[in-house]
């Protein structure tokens, strides 16, 4: 379901519902819905999601079509370490409890480069939401990724 939700407005409507089976990942749906929902609502700017509906694909579309696709929250189980992300003017700022690191922006996305030796000998540093995939340390369902060689 996606509706209208601007303040100024005295109403805002329900501008688009679909439904699919339950197994049918929130991603995917919105992903055959985007251009949908540019051609309802031209001057669509800026949708927010929460955690379930990021994906790359979407970043491409979203993208393309110039719209600001802003999540309420990270896919997956809460973390015991806590990581932060605050938006800025032209970059996030993402941290824990060891650092706080600037994003940079990349063509597609925005990344952020942990100090993987700060981490060393943490007590919890298995727990922390950062996944290490091939070279690079990520969180899951966002945008935002930590590169295992930089240093800061």
């Not at 929130?26 to 949708?47: H, Q, V, W």
């Not at 379930?52 to 370490?81: C, M, P, W």
């Not at 700060?118 to 540093?125: K, N, P, R, V």
């Not at 995939?133 to 990724?145: A, F, T, V």
Request: with cysteine; charged share 35%; hydrophobic share 25%.
């Amino acid at each position: 379901m996606t509706k209208t939700a601007n303040p100024e407005n005295e109403l805002n409507l329900l501008t688009d519902i679909a439904v699919k089976p339950n197994n049918t990942d929130d991603s995917d749906i919105l992903n055959g819905r985007i251009e949908t929902l540019k051609e309802k609502t031209p001057n669509l700017k800026e949708l927010y999601t929460d955690g379930g509906y990021g994906s790359e694909d979407n970043d491409s579309k979203f993208e393309e079509l110039e719209i600001t696709h802003i999540q309420t929250a990270v896919r997956g189980r809460k973390s015991k370490v806590e990581m932060k992300i605050e938006e800025t003017e032209v970059e996030y700022e993402v941290s824990c409890p060891l650092q706080k690191v600037k994003s940079e922006k990349t063509r597609i996305w925005h990344k952020v480069c942990f100090d993987k030796k700060i981490c060393d000998g943490y007590l919890l540093a298995g727990d922390c939401p950062t996944l290490i995939q091939k070279r690079e340390y990520y969180l899951p369902g966002s945008n935002i990724c930590q590169t295992k060689e930089r240093e800061i």
